[in-house]
């Protein structure tokens, strides 16, 4: 055989060889849920009302997304605005699409402070809902949701951001449902929702308890209520990282992963719920106002490398932990991302750009996933050879 023939023949085996995990852009092998599936991951991404309609980010939302999460239609400020007058309309349209579309459900959020009905706050603070009544009124809520929508959601989150920021952190003594009703709250609700769902994964939810905060203190304060609530048998199935990074604070993904297999190790699945990576970016005025809109024009958010490295270290936290079920973004556009309208000042947090190109931080988790499968082996039986 001479050169040119060699070589010819060894490309072809390593065409071979590639061929699982090439990347080739322009076809559905290459979508973000093609290349989890390899390995059993399931990629999602947080949905609103627009996804569903607008047929360009519909179609993302199908093609590149294997697990949904609702990003507002499942809170009880949006399924029952007035006490007793129920809208499920968001919820019910986007676990249909999802059935129709082959992905799966995250539910989000049943016990969380934020985003509750205006009549449930205000009859509590000015005392028409008594304390007992309150927790009656939390049990039905759980029962009727988790129940509307019983073995068709994959993961509930039953209880979302209780612990404390500081450090040592601890279960917030000051929190809505842990001042009114006690932190024996949190092992009830689980215990309601497995009554409703018996097979929904349930998982505890929080914001830098997978190492984020450099300190490992909510990881620390995560992981003791996590065995505490398995020491008394409650249901706790998952824990749920939400991964919501800023460039200007430090981020390490080996502590990541060791904490996300730390939780593994107490048999619970681990899940990286919420992520995305933002930073301070050009803005249009001096409120701060940034680039964000569609109808602006095209921001210069030069691709930021750290953002694609930040993704890439939390997708290879959760792919070195086989107990990390699903990888999920909080919605994958500049344009729709919760990010400006809370962190003032900031954005460039999402997969694609407000124009919906994709963005290096899309590239970047490709490669990873479609490396995830195997990088081909590059020795033969002799050390020397390249085949
Ligand atoms: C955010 C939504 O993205 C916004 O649209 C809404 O106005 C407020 O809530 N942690 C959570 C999510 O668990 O529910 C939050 O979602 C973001 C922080």
Redesign the pocket.
């Known amino acids: 055989m001479n050169f040119c023939s060699m070589a010819a023949a060894a490309a072809s085996v390593l065409a071979l060889a590639n061929s699982a995990t090439a990347v080739d852009a322009s076809t559905s092998a290459s979508t973000l849920r093609a290349l989890g599936a390899q390995v059993g991951l399931r990629i999602g991404t ?1 949905v609103t009302p627009l996804d569903l309609s607008d047929p360009t980010l519909l179609q993302i939302t199908s093609d590149q997304f294997s697990v949904l999460t609702p ?2 239609e499942m ?1 009880w400020q949006v399924v029952e605005p007035q006490q007793g007058n129920f809208d499920w309309t968001g919820a019910d349209n986007l676990v249909n699409f999802a059935e129709e579309h082959g992905e799966r459900v995250r539910g ?2 049943l016990v ?1 402070h ?2 509750l009905p205006s009549w449930l706050t205000q009859g509590v603070a000015n005392g028409t809902i008594s304390n007992s009544q309150l927790r009656d009124l939390l049990h039905q809520h759980i029962t009727t949701e988790v129940s509307r929508y019983r073995g068709r959601i994959w993961q509930w ?1 039953v209880v ?2 209780m612990l404390t920021d500081s450090n040592p952190s601890q279960v917030n003594p000051n929190d809505f449902w842990i001042s009114h009703l006690g932190p024996g709250i949190i092992a009830d609700a689980f215990r309601w929702a497995r009554a409703a769902d018996p097979h929904a994964l349930l998982c505890y ?1 929080d ?1 830098n308890i997978a190492g984020e905060d450099g300190s490992n203190a909510k990881f620390n304060a995560a992981l003791a209520m996590a065995q505490n609530l398995l020491a008394q048998n409650v249901p706790i199935d998952c824990v749920g990282d ?1 991964g ?1 990074l800023d460039l200007q604070f430090g981020f390490n993904p080996i502590l990541m992963t060791q904490d996300l297999q730390t939780y593994a190790g107490l048999r619970v699945k681990v899940a990286l719920t ?1 992520v995305d990576v933002r930073t301070f970016v050009e803005t249009t005025d001096s409120n701060q106002t940034p680039i964000v809109s569609r109808t602006d024009p095209t921001p210069n958010h030069t691709a930021n490398p750290a953002a694609a490295d930040w993704y890439t270290g939390m997708l290879q936290s959760c792919l070195t932990v086989k107990a990390c079920v699903s990888f999920t973004v ?2 994958f556009d500049d344009a729709e991302s ?1 990010v400006p ?2 962190f003032k000042g900031e954005g460039d947090a999402d997969l694609y750009d407000v124009n919906l190109n994709p963005k290096p931080q899309f590239t970047a988790l490709q490669q990873t996933l479609s490396l995830s499968a195997g990088a081909p082996h590059r020795r033969g039986p002799n050390d020397n050879d390249d085949d």
């Open positions: 947080a990003e507002n809170k989000h959020t969380w934020n985003q989150d979302n951001e939810n914001y939400q919501h919420e909080w919605g919760w309208g809370t």
